[in-house]
C-alpha cells in the first residue's frame, strides 16, 4: 500500500502564521527522518533555529514523513537534516522548502514577504554548507581556535597554518556562497 502525501493546512497570513518543522529524534542516522508540523505566530516569539541552506538539484529527491506521511525534499536538505537530526530530542526548525507550502503561489509570496522577519527571530541560523569535505572539518576547528583566542592573532600568518588557511579558503568557495539570498538568512 503506497504512502499518503503530506498536506498543507491553511495559514493565517493576517497574523504572520508559520509553520515550524519538529524533526523527530532518532539515535539511528539510516532510519526515516520523520518530522511533526507546528503552527506558530511569529508575534509570539517561538523558539526556533533557522535553516539556511542552498537547495541543489531536483534530480535525486528523498523523502521524508511528515505527521507520517510521505513528503519529497531535495537531497541537500534531506543531508541537512539527517545531520541536524538530535538522537533523544525533537529539533524545532525553519525550513522554507518545508515549512512553505511550494505549490500555494499566493502563501509563497506571503511568508517570501516576512522572511527577514523568520530570520531575524530565530534562536539562530543554521547555515548549512553541504556534506563534509576532507578539509571542512579542518577549517571549523581553525577558525574555532582563533574564534577561543587559543591561535595568537600574530602567529595566524605564519607558514604552520599554511593548510589550515587552504582548508578556510575551500570553505569559502563552497557553492553555499554564491546564492542570492545568503546575505539575509545569514546577517539577520
Known amino acids: 500500500m503506497e504512502d499518503q502525501r503530506f498536506e498543507y493546512n491553511i495559514l493565517n497570513g493576517d497574523i504572520k502564521e508559520i509553520r515550524l518543522v519538529a524533526l523527530q529524534p532518532c539515535p539511528d542516522p539510516t ?4 518530522c511533526k508540523i507546528l503552527n506558530a505566530i511569529l ?7 533557522a535553516l539556511s541552506y542552498m537547495w541543489g538539484d531536483e534530480a535525486d529527491p528523498q523523502t521524508i514523513k511528515i505527521e507520517g506521511k510521505a513528503y519529497q525534499i531535495r537531497r541537500n536538505l534531506w543531508l541537512a537534516l539527517n545531520q541536524l537530526r538530535l538522537a533523544e530530542e525533537e ?43 576532507e578539509t571542512s572539518h579542518h ?4 577558525l574555532n581556535q582563533i574564534y577561543e583566542g587559543s591561535v595568537p592573532v600574530a602567529e ?15 570553505l569559502c568557495e563552497m557553492p553555499y556562497w554564491g546564492r542570492l539570498w545568503i546575505i539575509q538568512e545569514v546577517v539577520l
Not at 577549517?139 to 581553525?142: C, E, I, Y
Not at 600568518?157 to 593548510?163: A, H, I, V
Open 139 to 142: 577549517a571549523m576547528s581553525f
Open 43 to 49: 508575534y509570539d516569539r517561538p523558539h526556533y533555529e
Open 31 to 34: 532510519a526515516a527522518i520523520e
Open 156 to 170: 595566524c600568518d605564519s607558514l604552520r597554518f599554511k593548510e589550515k588557511w587552504a582548508a578556510i579558503k575551500n
Open 91 to 133: 529539533r524545532i526548525l525553519w525550513v522554507d522548502a518545508v515549512c512553505i507550502n511550494q505549490d500555494n503561489i499566493a502563501e509563497r509570496n506571503h511568508q517570501v514577504g516576512f522572511m527577514s522577519s523568520i530570520y531575524r527571530q530565530a534562536h539562530c541560523v543554521i547555515a548549512w554548507l553541504g556534506p563534509e569535505t
